[in-house]
């Protein structure tokens, strides 16, 4: 409410000319600005705005605005704006604006920056885009194991203000091979005259600049990281990534996620901005799939055409089987999913799961068949039919919670995104392996 009636006053205080007054409006922190211009209406106000923020936080407030906007008002600075601006960002923050413009564009502009800067921003393009090489930044503290910690002081001194943190130092040898880690504290608290090399530690966690960006962040996870340092080949130490730039990293691949258990083909923009018909081929792409795949129910169907004229009361029941059984392979993907997100479940413990979700199925199974058993005695008071709906329903939900476990892991075992087998998708397969035991199990019970 307050940023819209922000946004509403200063569109009349533009109209009226009053740019002081627009000033004093301006939040205290650059995100809050960046978040008021995009809220703007008008490419025009926009700019105005961005032109009336203080000098010394229009950078910071460039780097939380949407790439959109920032876009927008690079085409309306000069050329000499446009140098300030780039060569005074992050280098993470750039790579991500350049990553979302037409190359023409990125090579403009990459012609602006300065010789260093343009040597670090080029090195970091030629990653590949979902590496963890495209989100370094070069801005750390490096100490040499031959410093003393009085040194070391005072090169932090120096250097830090310029970087990106400090409260973790990085220790190379006369190569530049990554060797050690040391905290800011233990710095500060040891003796002037100490060696580096005795108080830093040589177990570091590192990850090369070729690790996928989701492995990267599940590292910051798994190790409680504020920062990850990015080595190459050799070990060389080229950057760090913080934990600031893993975070849109893990919203990004949840978003996609979930999008992909929902059966839809991930969307790069936020809702509100997507395109119509964008929105409209990523939805109905999958649905269109999944109509192709389910019309095997009614072939099934069909081929137990007698079946289901002899006995019709089958019918009766069939949308509870199958539901049941699509419920229970949704539970059993949807846990292995999760699992091998969070890297609790590895592809070598395929047999493992597939043995515990068997016995789970089988457990499960006989609890449904007898449920499923009593609710058609309620309805049809019929033995034969009775046992034909429980048994069938028993070995769907077996057998769909060993699918629904299974196909996760094999897709992640051929390099694809166990996120694909989405609940439709597993909902889908379940039904057409039900509707098949379903009438196999009635012929065998019913004779018919």
């Known amino acids: 409410m307050q940023t819209k009636v922000l946004v509403k006053n200063i569109g009349k205080l533009v109209q009226e000319r009053k740019y002081p007054e627009i000033k004093n409006l301006l939040p205290p922190h650059p995100e809050d600005i960046a978040n008021l211009i995009s809220e703007l209406p008008l490419a025009a106000h926009k700019l105005l705005v961005f032109r009336l923020v203080p000098h010394d936080k229009a950078v910071d407030v ?6 959109e906007d920032e876009e927008q008002i690079l085409d309306s600075l000069s050329s000499q704006e446009i140098k300030d601006i780039l060569n005074e960002m992050s280098d993470d923050d750039r790579t991500e604006l350049f990553d979302d413009m037409p190359a023409e564009l990125v090579k403009r502009f990459i012609n602006m920056l300065s010789p260093q800067e343009r040597a670090i921003a080029i090195e970091i393009l030629n990653y590949p885009a979902d590496s963890v090489g495209r989100l370094i930044t070069p801005d750390f503290v490096q100490l040499y194991e031959t410093m003393t910690v009085a040194e070391a002081l005072t090169h932090i001194r120096n250097v830090g203000i310029k970087k990106e943190t400090v409260y973790h130092c990085y220790v190379l040898d006369s190569t530049k091979k990554l060797i050690g880690i040391v905290s800011l504290k233990k710095i500060v608290l040891a003796n002037l005259q100490t060696k580096i090399s005795e108080i830093m530690l040589r177990e570091v966690i590192k990850a090369n600049a070729y690790t996928d960006k989701e492995e990267a962040a599940s590292m910051f996870k798994r190790y409680d990281l504020i920062a990850l340092p990015v080595v190459d080949n050799n070990d060389k130490l080229l950057g760090i990534v913080t934990f600031d730039d893993l975070v849109d ?25 997507a395109n119509f018909f964008e929105l409209l081929w990523k939805r109905s792409f999958w649905l269109i799939l999944l109509v192709i795949l389910e019309s095997a129910s009614s072939l099934v169907m ?44 590895a592809v070598k413990d395929f047999f493992k799961v597939v043995f515990k979700e068997s016995l789970l199925g089988l457990s499960l199974g006989v609890i449904l068949a007898i449920v499923g058993l009593l609710r058609v005695v309620l309805q049809q008071n019929n033995w034969l039919l009775s046992i034909s709906v429980g048994v069938a329903m028993g070995a769907t939900v077996l057998l769909s919670a060993i699918i629904g476990a299974t196909l996760p892991i094999v897709f992640r075992k051929v390099k694809l995104d166990p996120a694909l087998m989405s609940g439709p998708l597993i909902t889908t397969i379940v039904d057409v392996v039900g509707i098949l035991i ?3 199990i009635a012929t065998l019970i019913l004779k018919v």
């Open 249 to 273: 990293v893990i919203e990004e691949e949840a978003t996609e996620d979930f999008e992909r258990v929902a059966a839809v083909l991930p969307v790069e923009k936020p809702y509100m901005e």
């Open 62 to 67: 460039f780097e939380y605005l949407p790439h």
């Open 302 to 345: 069909q081929n137990y055409g007698t079946v289901i004229h002899s006995w019709v009361p089958l019918t009766f029941f069939l949308p509870i089987l199958v539901a049941t059984g699509g419920n229970a392979g949704m539970q059993s993907a949807m846990m292995i999913i999760r699992g091998l997100a969070t890297g609790d479940i």
């Open 438 to 440: 379903y009438f196999e």
